[in-house]
């Protein structure tokens, strides 16, 4: 399940490092959007304590020279994936897999899925997913990669 307030926030944290990337200000920001936001709107946007439209996120966007899809897709990654080295996978997504060799991956979702009150999500550190590739017979960043698709 997505949670709003951590994309929203990520978004502006995103937004916020890009424009410091240029070495802008707000107020330069300010300047080079052609429908007079203000700067006390584009800080909200960065704290994330304001929702941005699509139209004005991709406003926001393109007057600091970022292709909007590029900036979803970096916010994406870090809410899918919370912190360095932990992956965020769907069990249901899990115990569907028909690869052989992903079978111990399949059964450990299956497994959770039947625990009382057990949620669709988790999330795996490092030393689970080290563990579960070692079980699939693959390398850790094998296993990683695979996730990350299948999440797509």
């Known amino acids: 399940m997505l949670d709003v ?21 707000r107020n330069d920001l300010q300047r080079q959007l052609p429908s007079g936001i203000s700067v006390q709107t584009i800080a909200t946007y960065e704290l994330g ?6 139209v004005r996120l ?32 769907n069990l249901r997504s899990l115990a569907a897999l028909v690869e052989p060799r992903l079978a111990p991956l399949r059964r450990w979702a299956e497994d959770r899925l039947r625990r009382p009150g057990a949620g669709e999500d988790v999330q795996l550190d490092l030393a689970a997913l080290c563990r579960m590739a070692e079980l699939c017979d693959l390398q850790p960043a094998e296993l990683v990669a695979f996730l ?5």
Not at 49 to 54: D, N
């Open 148 to 152: 990350r698709d299948l999440r797509s």
């Open 5 to 25: 307030d951590v994309y929203q926030r990520i978004l502006g944290d995103e937004l916020r490092m890009l424009r410091r990337r240029r070495g802008w200000t």
């Open 49 to 54: 304590s304001r929702q941005c439209s699509v």
């Open 58 to 89: 991709v406003e926001l966007c393109l007057a600091m020279d970022e292709l909007p899809q590029h900036l979803i897709a970096r916010v994406h990654q870090r809410v899918v994936v919370d912190e360095p080295g932990h992956v965020r996978v």
